[in-house]
Nanobody
């Protein structure tokens, strides 16, 4: 069983930075890829960034050049470095782990960027 615990969300001014963490416990060795998604009212959950087992990354168009996803296998943790934050980045950010049998989701962490 994989458990994902997110942290690092909070309030930040436009132009500022936040660093989200997603700590995975359990079968981290079974995780093929991890990703960050965000949810805003009235919108479909949106892909923010993904990283696979080899470290290959993919980003949503709206965050390219500003956000960086990474992972530390020794700590079983994925990160999302969020720079140059914009008000439109506000939302609930969810960590996702892709395992062979199913996907796992974190509880979500609120990110609010003030204008």
């Amino acid at each position: 069983q994989v458990r994902l615990v997110e942290s690092g969300g909070g309030l930040e001014q436009a132009g500022g930075s936040l660093r989200l963490s997603c700590a995975a416990s359990g079968m981290i060795y079974s995780i093929n890829a991890m990703g960050w998604y965000r949810q805003t009212p009235g919108k479909q959950r949106e892909l923010v960034a993904t990283i696979d087992s080899r470290g290959s990354t993919n980003y949503g168009d709206s965050v390219k050049g500003r956000f960086t996803i990474s992972r530390d296998n020794a700590k079983s943790t994925a990160y999302l470095q969020m720079n140059s934050l914009k008000a439109e980045d506000t939302g609930v950010y969810y960590c996702k782990a892709v395992a062979p049998s199913r996907d796992y989701w974190g509880q979500g962490t609120q990110v609010t960027v003030s204008s």
